[in-house]
């Protein structure tokens, strides 16, 4: 298969675009490394930075989605602290370093997101659609309720996109030869034919166990039978939801707060348009830029002359995601479309073709078809969203007053809570002893049992940092109680030591009879000499594929990792089967798959999935080569500092 950046003699596309991305990048030196940093940054990538900020929202995002799918595929609740490890945070950092290295090289190669591309991804999410069509005035609310602006969401998709620019344009230089198809054809068609004979888990192993064998083992293993470390805490709890406070504002603060915000219950105005899109073609010289111009002129006659927009547009259009609907962009409003496009489509009249517009997408003819005009909600009209405003927004200030002065008061008081407690007129709780992995209630929360066995808490037996519980919800702890872990008694867990030895040496019983009789295979005894002697049952499998699902796993992973037979001499392996049962395994034929026998799709579907493991590994070399070329500091107590 292609290594199209592994040989020194590959693509050359492939080495162009890292040319001019390496000579970028040297000014930073080729190194990449940990070290103590005394910034807010959990990284720095070339002249760009990953902030604690950013980390945490990825973290937060990628420990979501997993724990999401694992409820999904397991249906049973995941406890996020099995996430919050050091081999987990540098995961998610890794990816974002990828994708700073994928911007950065964009930016120094001029890679820039279409206008139509970014318009097109956005009208597809279903959000942002009404029955099925994009509609703006929905854009915007949903929008608005998620705390972003059109600006920045389309800055973020910007971003999204601009980020598989690069490796897509890459992966796509991936090709598959007819030659790599036929061979990668005979290897996953291949079957195998191979005898076997199955060594049961030999009964278990007898003979006295002694008190002191008994307490020698013990001993070996104690960390295995221990009674986890535990604490107990006392906190004070803050929860936004549940403080009390004044919900009936006075009409004058809301008319004043109305005032204040009336752009927000603006409607502005809408334009119903259709468009045809002309790109200049060739290398965009001037006589190509006329060439196009011409075709747009021609057709802003035959429109007004009378031709039909939409079948036009049908025939004419270069803009692949409106063409086939006749050129309908539906309702625009300002903001929305390139400055030069808006200006002539808000000049029109209802039902006005403008003159060619260009933008860099090219020539646009644009149809106005419609107007719906902007409107302002009155008052009365929004009162009801403006009562919850302010009961929500009243619910915030309380909160991040309240918020504020007990993370003040528990550091000004690091060895009490009482003082807090008595000036916010909080209640100090406590909980019952819990371990690492959490209790119940609140120690269930898995940042609150983190920081309760944190060095400031559990070492220093301070006042912790405010825990984040949930939205708008902080507790504030300390130590009450601590239980170091201590093992358990041998007295309780004598018999599951005996067990234990018991195991092994039945364990070391059936493989050190499996191996002997395995030194005996192609030597003195066949594979039926061995069973007859040793009453074992031989099976013969014939035609057997990689994916046998009527077959141990095991076994047939182990049959296709053996060497091909050499000749008259059979081909022996030892296959652990778990359980202390083992197989002694005699491959005896292999019959490649025959490629000529695949119909044209079957070898198109082989073709594909050979291309996409290619673009895959191409994909991992390009950011791993941009990588060497950029100097990465990564602060390694910044990151595992990070406890979202």
Avoid: C
Wanted: hydrophobic share 35%; aromatic share 6%.
């Amino acid at each position: 298969m292609l290594q199209l950046l592994r040989g020194k003699k590959s693509s050359l596309f492939v080495k162009i675009v890292l040319g001019v991305i390496v000579i970028g990048f040297s000014f930073f030196g080729i190194e990449s490394y940990f070290v103590a940093n005394t910034s807010t940054n959990v990284a720095t990538v070339g002249d760009g930075a990953i902030s604690e900020q950013e980390f945490t929202q990825r973290y937060n995002r990628a420990v979501q989605f997993e724990m999401q799918r694992m409820k999904q595929q397991f249906g049973a609740n995941v406890n996020a602290s099995m996430f919050q490890t050091p081999a987990y945070k540098h995961r998610v950092l890794e990816d974002l370093v990828n994708e700073k290295l994928l911007l950065e090289a964009n930016d120094r190669l001029g890679i820039v997101v279409p206008l139509e591309r970014l318009r097109s991804e956005i009208q597809k999410v279903a959000a942002f659609q009404n029955e099925g069509v994009f509609d703006p005035e929905q854009y915007k609310q949903v929008l608005a309720a998620n705390g972003m602006s059109p600006q920045s969401f389309e800055e973020e998709m910007r971003k999204e996109i601009g980020r598989g620019l690069l490796p897509t344009q890459i992966a796509a230089t991936s090709i598959a030869t007819d030659a790599e198809v036929d061979a990668y054809l005979r290897l996953r068609d291949q079957s195998r034919d191979f005898r076997f004979a199955k060594l049961d888990k030999p009964a278990p192993a007898e003979g006295e166990i002694k008190d002191d064998e008994i307490d020698a083992w013990y001993k070996q293993h104690q960390a295995e039978f221990m009674i986890p470390e535990q604490v107990a805490v006392e906190y004070l709890e803050l929860d936004a939801s549940k403080l009390e406070i004044d919900q009936t504002p006075d009409e004058g603060v809301l008319k004043d707060r109305y005032e204040k915000s009336k752009a927000r219950y603006v409607t502005p105005e809408q334009r119903l348009a259709s468009h045809i899109l002309i790109k200049v073609g060739g290398k965009g010289s001037p006589d190509d830029q006329k060439a196009a111009l011409a075709k747009a002129e021609d057709i802003e006659r035959q429109l007004k002359g009378g031709k039909d927009f939409a079948t036009l547009a049908k025939q004419e259009s270069a803009d692949l995601g409106s063409k086939n609907q006749g050129g309908d962009l539906g309702w625009l409003d300002r903001g929305t479309t390139d400055e030069a496009f808006e200006n002539a489509l808000f000049a029109l009249a209802k039902g006005e073709v403008s003159k060619p517009v260009l933008t860099g997408e090219g020539y646009h003819v644009i149809e106005l078809r419609d107007v719906r005009p902007g409107k302002t909600r009155s008052f009365d009209e929004v009162k009801p969203d403006l009562v919850k405003e302010y009961a929500d927004t009243e619910r915030e200030r309380v909160y991040s007053d309240k918020a504020g002065r007990l993370t003040e008061l528990t550091y000004q008081n690091p060895s009490t809570l009482e003082t807090a407690a008595k000036e916010l007129g909080l209640t100090v709780q406590k909980t019952d002893l819990f371990a690492r992995t959490g209790g119940q209630g609140i120690a269930a929360n898995p940042a609150f049992a983190q920081a309760a066995f944190g060095d400031s808490v559990l070492v220093q037996n301070n006042n912790s940092d405010p825990v984040e519980i949930g939205p708008n919800h902080i507790a504030v702890m300390r130590i009450a109680e601590h239980k170091p872990a201590t093992p358990k008694p041998l007295a309780e867990v004598s018999e599951a030591v005996r067990k234990r030895i018991v195991s092994e040496r039945t364990a070391k019983q059936a493989k050190d009879h499996a191996d002997a009789l395995f030194a005996e295979l192609g030597k003195d005894k066949t594979l039926d000499a061995l069973a007859t002697s040793e009453n074992l049952k031989v099976e013969e499998q014939k035609g057997v594929g990689r994916d046998a699902a009527n077959l141990d796993s095991r076994l047939v992973s182990a049959v296709f990792s053996m060497p091909r037979p050499a000749g008259d001499q059979p081909s022996y392996r030892l296959v652990d089967l778990g359980g202390d049962s083992y197989a002694l395994v005699q491959l005896t034929g292999v019959t490649d798959g025959d490629p000529s026998k695949l119909d044209a799709k079957t070898r198109e579907a082989a073709r594909n999935t050979l291309q996409q493991q290619s673009s895959s590994a191409v994909t991992r070399e390009f950011v791993d080569a941009i990588r060497k070329a950029t100097k990465v500091s990564i602060s390694e107590s910044k990151l595992q500092d990070q406890n979202p």
